[in-house]
């Protein structure tokens, strides 16, 4: 079975703190992608990366960065928290073109 | 971006009834995947479709690519308490990787006992 471990199932931060998220899988999945989801606006995608080193913007990439470092790990940066970043942050892998997704548990992340 | 229209947006059943979803899109797609998520985890793979007409079923939980492309069906026969949470399809169009799926908003579903 795909294994893709969140290394916090909750955080609690304060606004203009920097924050790390992390992501580690364990089936050698090239690509890795975060999301956050909010009620009422589904599933956005935030950043993916395809490979070591690179990565591309989804559709709501503004105030986050990544990081990916190693083909299993994938990290999502919040360089200054905002309250409006608060939200469940989900990390995904998958094998390639139209393959299904792989969900981490989840992060519940409160900014205050 | 895109977006699936997932519907219904929530159900309140009895144990034991059978329950139907589906996904719609302006677009084609060529492939659709059926998530479930519960409180406070994240979304689980049920069902991966890959054809149009196919029909694929996961134990009590049955799945169809539609004929059209542009729409999937999740039923769920003889429902128990535990099949409670959030269902999501998910779509990838013609073109393009993983990044592309669209996710429906989710039904929401809820059985009582």
């Known amino acids: 079975d795909v294994k893709v471990t969140q290394s916090s199932r909750y955080l609690v931060k304060r606004t203009g703190e920097k924050v790390f998220l992390e992501c580690v899988q364990d089936?050698?999945?090239?690509?890795m992608f975060w999301y956050r989801q909010d009620p009422g606006l589904g599933l956005r995608l935030i950043y993916f990366?395809?490979?070591?080193?690179?990565?591309e913007k989804g559709d709501i990439p503004e105030g986050y960065s990544v990081s990916r470092e190693k083909k299993e790990r994938f990290s999502l940066i919040l360089e200054s928290a905002s309250t409006n970043q608060t939200s469940m942050y989900l990390c995904a892998t998958g094998g390639g073109p139209n393959e299904k997704l792989f969900f981490g548990s989840g992060t519940q992340l409160s900014v205050l | 971006g895109q977006q699936l229209n997932q519907s219904p947006q929530s159900m309140f059943i009895q144990e034991g009834e059978d329950v139907s979803m589906n996904c719609t899109s302006s677009s084609i797609f060529n492939t659709w995947l059926w998530y479930k998520q519960e409180p406070g985890e994240g979304p689980v793979l049920l069902i991966a479709?890959?054809?149009?007409?196919e029909l694929t079923s996961n134990g009590r939980l049955t799945a169809q690519f539609g004929i059209t492309r542009k729409d999937s069906f999740l039923n769920i026969s003889a429902s128990i308490p535990s099949d409670v949470g959030i269902y999501f399809c998910a779509g990838a169009p013609n073109q393009g990787g993983s990044e592309k799926l669209v996710f429906g908003k989710g039904t929401k579903l809820t059985v009582n006992p």
């Open positions: 990366s395809y490979d070591v080193k690179m990565k």
């Open positions: 479709l890959y054809k149009a007409g």
């Open positions: 089936m050698d999945h090239e690509n």
